[in-house]
């Protein structure tokens, strides 16, 4: 089982390609404002999820609350794939910018797990190859995170792993 102690004053990138299970990772183990969505975001500027031209409005806006979060000492979630490092770098430097820790915690599961989800939800419009490029894209990136300045970074690998997860506050 993974324990993960998680210090209060913390930005944590949940990483993951799409279908990994980070919006139900986060819905387990953190309150509602403690977690920020891409998708919620992408929604709140453009009236939909999926409107593909309202990426730049949807990190912008979520930065932004992030920085406010952090500026009050608030633990911040965010849940968007992250899986690009140029994605991963803007939240290392929020985390720094406020003198808290940047942790990372990876949902890499199988593609065939990725894939079955895709496959039943119905809610996600880019075929299995967008799934497949991130999926690639993370594993590229897995080893650097360290590098990137992340101080902490949890890897799941499995359905199993991702349930048995504990997460404990830290001071
Ligand atoms: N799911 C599941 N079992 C889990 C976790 C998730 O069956 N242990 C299902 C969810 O019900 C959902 C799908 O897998 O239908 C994807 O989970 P989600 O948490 O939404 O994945 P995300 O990583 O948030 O996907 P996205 O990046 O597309 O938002
Ligand atoms: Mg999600």
């Known amino acids: 089982m993974t324990q993960i102690p998680l210090p ?3 930005l944590v990138a949940l990483i993951g390609a ?3 299970g980070k919006s139900t990772f986060a819905s387990r183990h953190f309150g509602p404002y ?3 969505s891409s998708d919620q975001f992408r929604a709140l500027v453009s009236g939909s999820e999926h409107t593909l031209d309202a990426n730049e409005a949807a990190f912008s806006s979520l930065y932004h609350v992030a920085a406010r979060r ?3 000492g608030l ?3 965010v849940d968007a794939t992250s899986v690009r490092a ?3 770098r803007r939240l290392v430097e929020l985390a720094r910018a406020h003198d808290v820790l940047p942790v990372a915690i990876v949902l890499d599961l199988p593609r065939s797990v990725l894939d079955a989800r895709h496959e039943a939800r119905g809610d996600r419009p880019f075929s299995e190859a967008v799934i497949g490029r991130q999926q690639t894209d993370l594993r590229r990136g897995l080893r ?3 590098r990137e300045g992340f101080r902490h970074v949890w890897t799941l690998r499995s359905v199993d ?5 504990q997460i404990t506050r830290v001071p």
Do not use: C, P
């Open 18 to 20: 799409s279908s990994s």
């Open 8 to 10: 209060e004053l913390a």
């Open 75 to 77: 633990l911040t979630v």
């Open 86 to 88: 140029e994605d991963r």
């Open 144 to 146: 650097g995170l360290g």
């Open 161 to 165: 792993d991702v349930d048995a997860a």
């Open 70 to 72: 952090l500026e009050r």
């Open 34 to 36: 403690e977690v920020l």
